[in-house]
Every structure is written in structure tokens, then in C-alpha cells.
């Protein structure tokens, strides 16, 4: 039986899964449910036999799943290491000081976002956890942090010399070979050349990052994080009554090892970690590239995955060479340490697992073949950029991957555009930018993502609160990205010039949007807290 004979009925996995995370609020229950019925489908009477099967294939058959797990847990001890030796703690002396509001705080943590741009498992996790207790002293909410950190870490490194810009090369190379063209016969531009000229069209990646920055700047929250924020502020309550956050440094670790926390416990591994993946990029894309090749095509034919478990590893083993050389840790309490930055991730782990296999079931049930080829029924010219945005956005959503969405959705939507666009690469970019976009958009809301439960596990978040919250935000974005691009299609404006109305765009509706929702609520709809105090609407930054 072919996956396209399951029609409908491939969308109950991920639809059963995703509705039975928010209402229950239990992602591993919700997510092996999803799967199991998935099992049910496809084999009709072996549910179990099939759901068993689908998990153990999803660790064992995927080596670059196996080694995303090593990455997750080097992380994870990683991160253990740095803490119990003070690092986190040694920047938060240094920075509490002159970070004494939640728009400075806030800012902070955008801006670190951004910098850290090589990988967005790295990113939320170093972020997460350095920014988490600063911004506890200013009292935002977790959710809150958990969605500064989740909307710079993906966007961000999508366009970063990064994992994702390698992974996005081969998809474009993939779409080339589906639609039967190359760059050799002259028919279509490089796969970078193709990659640059996408990024314009990658709307809700470049809008996301600048709505981050439009909420810390105005203070102002709208939704769901309106009601946390203001619990927050008036309550000191950074999480809600009830909720279950996953695991985070501090609650997982204890305290630390020393009382004179220094910043080289911080920097020297961190540095260490960066200089391996950027380095072991460099040599992995030489390696694989004819000689005298540019920059450009090295980064492209980098192994960026590879270079990232080398980079954690090295993270993990400076680290505790430094604080078994400086005696602020035994053997004992170091490897004590490694092990319980293991279990820190444990839960992240298994909901990891169970997203990769929902991910194997929608395959299986060909989800985003049937989506897609519905789509396709209503594309022209115009309507393209829409049509490919918000099928990626479904499947990305329904599936909880957006590296799963790409891969489904390129080869069908570089063929589509290629034919609509008169077999001329005119509509190639816009395609590319949208697939891109729409994917990190449903990464973003689906409580199956693997970005956003490690956003969640490194802020101490609890899960379904961060993706209740973050829906709000990243769907005003995705609207403002769909109706710009839909200008586009109609008009062919520059997006250089639609972009900064975009921008524009969303500062308006912050302010709309937030005094609307406060005054249905009868609360502020803006304050600052500063260190050790209580929310005040008139707090001056």
C-alpha cells in the first residue's frame, strides 16, 4: 500500500497528538497516543507491533538522529558543568547590576540570541540557561523568556553559517533533481546563489526576530503572555499555579561549587565549543570541496552536525578539566555533575524521540504528500507564495519538524515553481523562502518540535504554557509574513521595500493588540519590574 492510498485519514496522527498536548498538557502521552494510532492505521491490526517498531527505527536507523542525541546530552552536561562551577552565575554578578529592568533584560537575551547564530540547539541552550536566573531577578515570566529564546535560535541560524544553512543547500539541491534541472546546463543559479536570493522571501524568519525585539523594546504583551507577564508582576509567580515546567540547571543541579563565581568557567568553554563547530565546519566543507573553492561553497559542503557533536564534546571536556584542575570540583562531584546534566535532558530526550517518530508515521502515511498535492489544485503566479507558506506551515505544525518539512515539501514545491514560473528560476526564490518560513513557523507552535522543548527544558518553561503563549506572536507574524507576500504576488514589489512595512506593521498591531487585550482584562498593558521590586506601569528604563 502506497502512502498517497491513505488519503484523509494520515492526518489523524499528528492532529490526535498535537490536540491531546494542549488539552492535557501531557506531550510524551499525547505524542506515543498519536503514534499509536498511526500503527493502527497503517497495519490496521498490529498498533502496538507497528508503534514499537516505528521507535525503535527512529533511534536506531538514523545515524544523524543518534548523533542529535549525543549533541543533546554534551549539551546537557555541558551546561551542568558551567553552572555548578559558577560560570552562569559569574555572568549574572557581572551583568545584574546594569540589567535592572525586563526591557534591558530582555534586550540582552534578543541580542545574545542573535550573536550565538551557528546552531539553534546550542543557542537555546547557553542562552537559556546564562539569561534564565538575570531575567528571574527582574521577574519574567518563563514563558516569556522561553519565547525571546525560541524565536531567536531557528530563525537566527537560518541564515547563520549554521547546520540549517548546510541542511537548506542540500534541500535546494534536492529540489533541482526533482524538478530535472541543473546548474551546470545553465538552466538555474547555484544552490548559495539560489539561497541568498531566498532570503527576503523568508518573511516570518526575519519578521520573528523583529518582533522579539518590537515586545522587549515597548513592553508591551498581548494573549496569553499578557496574563502571565501580569501573574508575574503582581504575584512574583514566574510560573503558573499547576504548571509543570521541564527540567532546568538550577532545579536539577542544586547549587553551586564555589562561592567566588569567575567568568572563565563561562567563557573558556563556550569559546572552546565555538571555535571546534566553526573550525570543524571549515575542515569538514574543505574536505568536501574541489580545491580553490570560495567560502561560500565550503560553508555549503560543511558537515555542520558532525562539527557540533565534536564542538559539545569539547564543551564537556574543557569544563571539567577546568574545574578538576582548579579544585573546585573532585572527581566525584564533576562526574556527579556530567551525569546529572544527562538526566537534565532526559525528558527532552524522550519527547525528542516520540517527535521523530510521529515524523516517521506522517511519512508513512504520506501526511505531507496529501497536503501538498492539495495545494498544488489552487496555485497560480500570485497565490504561490501563500499556497507553499501555509502548506509548510501545516505540516511543519502537524509533524513538529521543520528539517521533516523542508524535505517533504521542496521537492514538490521547486518543480511547481519552476512550471509556474514559465520553466524560468524567476519563482525559485520566492519558493525556497517561503518553504523555509512556513517550517520554522509550525516548529514554533507545535508542542512536538524538538526547538521548542528544548527552549522550554533550558528556561525551566513548562511546555504547553510556552507554546499557548508563543501561538500568538509567532501567528500575528505569519499573518503579516502572508498578506506581504500575497502583495508581492499581486505587484511584484521588492521585498526590500515590504519588509521594513512589515515592520511597521507589527509595531502597530503590538500596541493595538496589547491595550485591546488589557482593557478586556482590566489590566496594564505595559510595566517594568526592576531587581527586587514589584511591577509598576510608570517604571521609567
Known sequence: MTAETFGAISLVPPLLAIVLAIVTRKPILSLFLGIWSGGVIFTANHGVVQTLDWLVSSIGESTFNAKIMLIVLFLGAGVALIWRLGGAAAIANAVVSRLNSQRKVGVATWLFGMVWFFDDYSNTA??????????????????????????????????????????????????????????????????????????????????????????VFTKRDFGEMLDAEHRSATEGKLLRDGATPLQSAEESLGKILTDSPQLRYFAVPTLSLMAVVIGGAAYTGLGASDPGAGPFEIAGNAAFVDALLWGTFTLVAVALTMGLASGIASLDEAMETVIDGFGMMLTALTILVMAWTIGTVTTALGTGVYVTNI?????????????????????????????????????????????????????????????????????????????????STFTGSDLIDHVRTQVYYASTVLIVAAVLLTVWGATRISPFVLLPIGVVTLVGLVYVLSEFDANRKGIQATRTVRVGGRSSPTDDD
Open 375 to 455: 495545494a498544488e489544485n489552487f496555485v497560480t503566479p500570485t497565490m504561490l507564495p501563500v499556497v507553499v507558506l501555509m502548506a509548510s506551515a501545516f505540516i511543519a505544525f502537524s509533524t513538529g519538524t521543520s528539517w521533516g518539512t523542508m524535505a517533504i515539501v521542496t521537492p514538490i514545491a521547486v518543480p511547481l515553481a519552476w512550471s509556474v514560473g514559465g520553466a524560468t528560476p524567476a519563482l525559485l526564490p520566492v519558493a525556497i523562502g517561503t518553504i523555509f518560513s512556513g517550517a520554522i513557523f509550525g516548529d514554533h507552535c507545535s508542542p512536538i518540535s524538538d526547538t521548542t522543548i528544548l527552549s
Open 126 to 215: 547557553i542562552v537559556g540557561t546564562t539569561m534564565s536566573e538575570i531575567s528571574d531577578e527582574v521577574q519574567i515570566s518563563r514563558e516569556k523568556l522561553a519565547y525571546i529564546i525560541d524565536s531567536t535560535a531557528a530563525p537566527v541560524a537560518t541564515f547563520g553559517i549554521s547546520s540549517w544553512v548546510a541542511y537548506q543547500l542540500s534541500m535546494i539541491r534536492e529540489g533541482y533533481n526533482a524538478a530535472g534541472v541543473s546548474v551546470e546546463a545553465g538552466q538555474v543559479p547555484g544552490a548559495f546563489a539560489l539561497f541568498l536570493r531566498s532570503i527576503p522571501f523568508n518573511m516570518y524568519c526575519l519578521l520573528a526576530v523583529a518582533m522579539v525585539g518590537i515586545i
